[in-house]
């Protein structure tokens, strides 16, 4: 029977992240959570099974001080938690939500990767769109609105903005991050997970990693009023966060999704990701959903 260890040194707790995680996903890379990680470090619990001295397990949790309890590794912002397995070794999933842990736990964002998680409570949807056969915007409308009317007045919100105003669209131009973060705030205020600096300074650290960031940026009238970061990664496009000013111009917001979609189309990607919640627009897009699941446990 494996034995169960608890690793608490950052060297080796990233060796077994490294090791065990099967990269298959942005959130499964150590250097995109490390981002996160070091602007708000949390002692760290990263409980593994190994078989004779072999890790083959792993879940990787953080010790959230001011809010005394267990949280999945980067639990801000961050999505798509999982504990790892070597293969042959997903038995053991059930054995580490039974563990008896030393302060209360509360891990959101699980995805449904077995029947036992499936079990949880839903804590939300990931919404995205699959593109495949899609190989321009015209493909994806003539999907995901079959009723021609109901396409149609789709796709006019577009048409009539850049029939009534000069709009343009920048791409790539990273100084822009800052202006992305200020629309964010101005928008949600309080509610914004970009507020502070320690929660904007992991995207400024994220484009410094050697992956394929996009950044959009709207202009109307010859004023910045859109921006946004994505990133692709292993077939999936990530429309990570975006900021928008549509008190004058409602579906600025829209010309910016539709910009990062075509983005995603031209990248040949299978997924494009539009991350956890609806946040009152990405049903309007007809997107699909996956859910994500939370556990919690009071000692």
Known sequence: MPELKLIQDLKTAQSLWEKLSPQESLYDLWDVRFCFYKTNPQPLFFYTFYEQEEPVALLPLQYHQEKNYLEF?????????????????EYLLPKFFALDFPHPVRIYDLEPISDFIHQMPLEDYIYYYDLTGITDFNDYLLKAFPKRQRRHNFKRVFQLLEKEHQVEFVYDDFSNLGKLMNLSVRNFKNESYLKSKEEQQPFFDLIKLPLDWKMVSVFVDGRDLAHSLSVVYKNVYYYLIAGSDTSEFKEVFKNLTKANMELAIKAKVKIFDCSLGDCNWKKYWHLSTRPQYMFEKNV
């Open 73 to 89: 590794l980067a639990e801000s912002f961050i999505e798509g938690n999982k504990p790892f397995f070597k293969p042959g070794y």
